[in-house]
């Protein structure tokens, strides 16, 4: 009976570590790699969301601070969509995937429609705030790729806009404190 019983426990437990994992949202070692079309597609919608987002910041009535933040997000991600398209151009990929893209994924094109219908302090508190899940989720995203990413050019691309995507996070942590 004992053996039964201890059987019985080491299997339970066997499994609890996979459950643990998925409560907890940690991600299961199958999701912890990004295919290079996915980070290609993924990468491009981004990044025109941020700076078709900042541009609307730009035209908006906020606090300068925020205009400012939504300047320098122009000009930080108007040069990675230059430098991914480089890194394309570079690329081992047969992903049919340009900077700019045809259009903006769903989620993205979604976040840009909640701030078109926006002005003043809603807008602003809604643009931190979808910028701060953007880059939250970039991060993620880049980081990812650049560990474990199929594609040379693509990888260094990731790697080397990581410094850019968390000073931009630091930044805007300080505007949601200011804003809040």
Do not use: C, W
Request: no cysteine; proline share 4%.
């Amino acid at each position: 009976m004992k053996t039964h019983l201890t059987i019985a426990m080491a299997a339970l437990f066997a499994g609890a570590p996979a459950a643990f994992a998925q409560s907890a949202d940690i991600p299961a070692v199958e999701e912890t790699k990004v295919d290079t079309e996915t980070f290609s597609k993924t990468a491009a919608s981004a990044n025109r969301f941020e700076i078709e987002g900042s541009r609307l910041a730009e035209q908006k009535k906020v606090a300068a601070d925020v205009k400012e933040f939504a300047a320098l997000m122009v000009k930080d991600h108007t040069k990675a969509a230059e430098d991914l398209k480089a890194a394309l151009e570079r690329s081992q990929t047969t992903a049919s995937v340009t900077p700019s893209g045809p259009a903006l994924e769903p989620k993205d094109q979604a976040m840009l429609d909640q701030l078109k219908t926006l002005d003043g302090d809603e807008f602003q508190a809604k643009y931190i705030l979808l910028q701060t899940e953007a880059h939250k989720q970039a991060l993620a995203l880049f980081s990812t790729y650049a560990q474990s990413g199929g594609d040379p050019a693509l990888k260094e691309f990731a790697k080397k806009t990581l410094p850019t995507l968390r000073m931009h996070e630091k930044h805007l942590k300080k505007l949601a404190s200011a804003h809040s």
